[in-house]
């Protein structure tokens, strides 16, 4: 089984869409914290953000990295598909059953790498974008905040696999993740909160603190994250197991 989480882990990492999509993750990210300061040193000082609370939303804006792991984990699962080389997998594998878990773990493990760095940059980031302006203030809910972050790192890697799983076809699964990371969960969220809140991209910004109100406690945003997970693994388990293979 290990060999077999390698050459799926090896696969991810083959070509230039991670790291592309990384770097532009990353560059969006600190575009954001630079806007957001700039936006807090423009109001005047009796109405400015404190330390504290400028040092914890300059780590939340991080979570852009998120979008860039989901589509790393869809493309890993997709191009197989639309290259025909899924049912090469399968019978190297030794059955889809083996096949599927071991793309789940390497999809899984790649999230974690990317949520390692994006908890590393953000941690750094207060003191790149303050300097000169204040003095970072750590508290512990900048701590809640950055593990937040890492944690929908890891969740959007494996929802971007899964979501590659069920749709199959590469185009359509980047356009579906993008609507409705975009503009559903939003959408629904503004005409109607207590149904948008149970979105999988609004319970990531639960988890993150995002701010937006309405939203659900982190306790019940764990939960929900968990539950769009186990229902995704499942469909895509099914799918995977008794569908026939391009």
Avoid at 55 to 72: I, N, P
């Amino acid at each position: 089984m290990g060999d077999l989480i390698g050459a799926e882990w090896r696969k991810i990492w083959t070509g230039r869409s991670w790291w592309a999509l990384g770097t532009a993750a990353l560059l969006l990210s600190a575009l954001a914290d630079a806007g957001y300061l700039k936006q807090a040193l423009d109001k005047p000082s009796q109405v400015r953000p404190s330390a504290a609370v400028l040092t914890s939303t300059l780590v939340q804006g991080w979570f852009t990295v998120e979008l860039a792991a989901a589509l790393v984990g869809m493309l890993a699962v997709t191009r197989e598909f639309g290259s025909g080389a899924i049912c090469r997998s399968v019978l190297l594998s030794g059955g889809r059953g083996r096949l599927l878990l071991a793309k789940l773990l390497a999809v899984t493990g790649t999230g974690a790498l990317f949520a390692v760095v994006t908890g590393a940059v953000a941690a750094v980031s207060p003191w790149v974008f303050l300097t000169g302006h204040y003095r970072p203030q750590w508290t512990a809910t900048t701590t809640w905040t950055l593990l937040g972050v890492m944690l929908v790192v890891v969740t959007g890697a494996l929802w971007g696999s899964l979501l590659g799983l069920l749709i199959r076809q590469q185009v359509a699964a980047v356009v579906t993740l993008l609507l409705s990371t975009w503009l559903v969960s939003g959408g629904l969220l503004r005409l109607a909160p207590k149904v948008g809140r149970f979105t999988i991209d609004e319970a990531m910004a639960s988890v993150y603190r995002g701010g937006n109100a309405g939203l659900l406690s982190i306790p019940w945003a764990l939960v929900v994250l968990a539950l769009w997970i186990a229902a995704a693994t499942v469909g895509a388990r099914v799918l995977f197991l008794r569908k026939d293979l391009p």
